[in-house]
Nanobody
């Protein structure tokens, strides 16, 4: 079993930056594909970014390309999401997730592909 805990959320002005962290405990996530998703009020959870097990391949949703960067430190069991040039529409609860069955994220980035989820961290961007 893997437990994921997100941190780093908060309130920031539009144009600002935040760095989210996702720390894993329990079994190592070293070989798992990892992803970040977000859910805004009244909306479905959507894909934000994903990364393969060895930190060589990254993937992004269209709305965050060029602004967000996903990375991981397997030695620390942590995945990061650096968010720059934040917009009001980035306001959401952000979740990290682990796909235990794949080294590389499935390119459909379906929620069902991910086996472990964190509790989420709130990001609020004021305009």
């Amino acid at each position: 079993q893997v437990q994921l805990v997100e941190s780093g959320g908060g309130l920031v002005q539009a144009g600002g930056s935040l760095r989210l962290s996702c720390a894993a405990s329990g079994r190592t996530l070293r070989l798992y594909a990892m992803g970040w998703f977000r859910q805004a009020p009244g909306k479905e959870r959507e894909f934000v970014a994903a990364i393969n097990w060895s930190d060589t391949n990254t993937y992004y949703g269209d709305s965050v390309k060029g602004r967000f960067t996903i990375s991981r430190d397997n030695a620390k069991g942590t995945v990061y999401l650096q968010m720059n040039s934040l917009k009001a529409e980035d306001t959401a609860v952000y979740y990290c997730a682990a796909d235990r069955d794949h080294f590389y994220p499935d390119p459909r980035f379906n929620l069902d592909d991910y086996d472990y989820w964190g509790q989420g961290t709130q990001v609020t961007v004021s305009s």
